[in-house]
């Protein structure tokens, strides 16, 4: 069974300050997901990566799959971007997902 | 944009009570999933559909149960409810991944579901 952590679980910043959330998996997966919870309880996919990099807007997300690591970046944070960031992994063969425990984010202006 | 429906959004009931919650996608996706997430805590798996009349449990058992009689719709039922199924419910869909596709899953807003 594939294990997923988060750290830190909880994170404030100031408005501006460049933020990183990390992800650390037990097993070999086939894909990482990013996830994005707002207070509301509505969740949406912000990156499923493989290998490598990708950017979106102020969002970057990082995969190294030898250290079974996994790195969210937002740069240039703001208080808008305050919500439980989730990490999640697809294991080799299935498209069920295990996921972290999550990261909350405060963004304080 | 996402196209995927959760009803009701918050439901409110009293032990014993036999509950429907409601998931539609019109996305036309053959995968769909059923979380249970308490607060502050990670989601979990409590059932999937690969397609039409295919239904299987998640990691985490439920005594919940779910149909899929049509490709968009995908309702879980309570038969008697109980103040330890207080949490609240997402729903997903997914595509298999392919040229052009990807497996992300896009979530439903949620039910959150308090029996008293």
């Known amino acids: 069974k594939n294990e997923v952590e988060q750290s830190p679980q909880n994170l404030t910043a100031q408005e501006g300050e460049f933020i990183t959330i990390n992800c650390s998996y037990s097993v070999g997966i086939s894909a990482l997901h990013w996830l994005q919870q707002h207070p509301g309880g509505g969740i949406v996919s912000l990156f499923m990566?493989?290998?490598g990099k990708k950017k979106h807007g102020r969002l970057i997300a990082t995969i190294n799959i030898q250290e079974k690591h996994s790195s969210l970046h937002i740069t240039a944070s703001h208080p808008r971007d305050s919500a439980v960031y989730i990490c999640a992994a697809s294991g080799a063969g299935s498209y069920q997902l295990t996921f972290g425990k999550g990261t909350k984010l405060s963004v304080i202006p | 944009e996402a196209d995927i429906y959760q009803t009701p959004r918050y439901l409110v009931i009293g032990t014993g009570k036999k509950i429907t919650l409601e998931c539609s996608q019109t996305m036309g996706h053959d995968k769909m999933y059923w979380y249970q997430q308490d607060p502050g805590m990670e989601l979990h798996l409590i059932h999937y559909s690969y397609g039409v009349n295919s239904t299987e449990k998640g990691d985490l058992s439920s005594e919940s149960t779910v149909s899929r009689i049509r490709t968009e719709h995908f309702p879980l039922t309570l038969e008697s409810a109980r103040p330890s199924h207080t949490s609240q419910y997402l729903c997903?869909?997914?595509?298999?991944?392919?040229?052009?596709?990807?497996?992300?899953?896009?979530f439903g807003p949620g039910t959150r579901l308090t029996v008293l």
């Open positions: 990566l493989s290998s």
């Open positions: 997903a869909s997914s595509e298999p991944p392919g040229p052009g596709t990807t497996d992300t899953q896009y």
